[in-house]
């Protein structure tokens, strides 16, 4: 499905900048390049890091588009370049993107036009998503992990996630320092599931870069195993969007 140099596939979309940026914003943290599956139904992509270490699965129903005209097809996308040059964009200002005869794509904003040779996708993973079903499962907003990664960055490079009956407690200890997070339960989080208690850590760097696509203020759902990979759930453009973000754990060194 990969776009030939010969014929035309048909794909003329337009959105609002700020939808955009969003997505891109998202897949960054894992991937400067991606594949794009799209179809009637919207936009798709799977993509996991270099290192195998976080994964993002993100899908965008085409109702969040002003304009949807695609035929099925998988599109190899620098979302990088593309982040960088939405920045100028108002957040209200209607994106074009469409691909001309040579299969560049080409994006047009206000009186801006940028033309861009798509990446051979071809040789990308098709990651699959693992199937976890995980202990514990809270609701909170990402401002609250904010404190505790902003605290975290000058003692160590990981973190420990573990949540008991009525509370998440988040460290990170090195030598003779540390930070301690303190989540309560009914206070910082909603307890949407907890068959037990859950305990994991992750690498700050990788739950850093993770949570910047997050954003700074947006209710998210945490899904916590015992030394399993975290889940990051959240929607964006009034539930039009939905992301899963799984971050590999950190095995302890016996």
């Not at 939808?19 to 794009?36: A, D, W, Y």
């Not at 992509?45 to 270490?53: F, K």
Request: aromatic fraction near 8%; hydrophobic fraction near 40%.
């Amino acid at each position: 499905m990969f776009p030939k140099g010969t014929g035309h596939t048909m794909f003329e979309i337009t959105v609002k900048s700020e939808v955009l940026r969003n997505v891109f914003s998202i897949l960054t943290p894992i991937t400067g390049e991606i594949k794009l599956v799209a179809d009637k139904d919207g936009w798709r992509v799977r993509a996991v890091d270099p290192a195998h270490v976080a994964m993002v699965d993100l899908e965008l129903s085409y109702g969040a588009f002003e304009d949807y005209n695609v035929e099925p097809l998988e599109l190899g996308l620098n979302v990088e370049r593309l982040l960088d040059h939405l920045k100028s964009a108002k957040a209200d200002e209607e994106i074009m993107m469409k691909l001309d005869q040579d299969n560049r794509m080409i994006v047009s904003m206000s009186n801006l036009t940028l033309k861009f040779p798509l990446v051979d996708s071809s040789g990308f993973s098709d990651p699959k998503v693992p199937n976890l079903s995980l202990p514990v499962s809270l609701k909170l907003n990402s401002a609250e992990l904010q404190k505790g990664l902003k605290a975290s960055q000058s003692i160590s490079d990981y973190l420990t996630f573990n949540c008991t009956e009525d509370k998440l407690v988040i460290t990170s200890t090195e030598d003779l320092s540390s930070m301690t997070l303190e989540l309560k339960k009914g206070s910082e989080y909603i307890e949407e599931k907890f068959e037990g208690t859950a305990k994991s850590s992750f690498s700050l760097d990788y739950f850093s870069q993770l949570m910047k696509g997050v954003g700074t203020n947006r209710d998210i759902m945490l899904h916590i195993g015992n030394s399993y990979p975290l889940k990051i759930e959240f929607e964006f453009s009034d539930g039009l969007g939905k992301v899963r973000y799984l971050l590999a754990p950190r095995i302890e060194s016996a």
